[in-house]
């Protein structure tokens, strides 16, 4: 199964209920090498569902020292897909490496 890491509204109850009709189950984790910044969320919908018109969103530092915590979700090939559709264009979806060593996808800034 894939893994989703959410460091902002995906760990929302509501917005995994509209957005993958389930609760997703996942585990604490942290992704390394990245800071938070917040983006404004122009998309009607998106707001909607969040409750918010700013989201965090991940950008790379290249510091290891430099950590987000966050959880990460199992979800299907279904659901990744569906995850790219709530997320606004102004983010994109990368593989990456967290600190248990698991993979799993993550939403960057563009």
Do not use: C, W
Not at 20 to 45: A, C, V
Not at 68 to 75: A, K, M, S
Not at 76 to 93: F, G, N, S
Request: glycine share 10%; aromatic share 10%.
């Amino acid at each position: 199964m894939p893994h989703l890491f959410s460091y902002g509204t995906l760990q929302k109850e509501r917005v995994q209920l509209e957005t993958f009709g389930r609760i997703l189950q996942g585990e604490e984790d942290i992704l390394s090498g990245y800071i938070l910044g917040m983006i404004k969320i122009t998309d009607p919908e998106v707001v909607r569902k969040s409750g918010e018109k700013f989201h965090p969103v991940l950008t790379l530092s290249g510091n290891e020292e430099d950590h987000v915590e966050g959880i990460l979700f199992e979800v299907t090939e279904e659901e990744i897909l569906q995850a790219d559709e709530y997320e606004v264009d102004d983010y994109k979806r990368i593989e990456t490496v967290f600190k248990s060593g698991k993979k799993g996808f993550i939403y960057v800034g563009k």
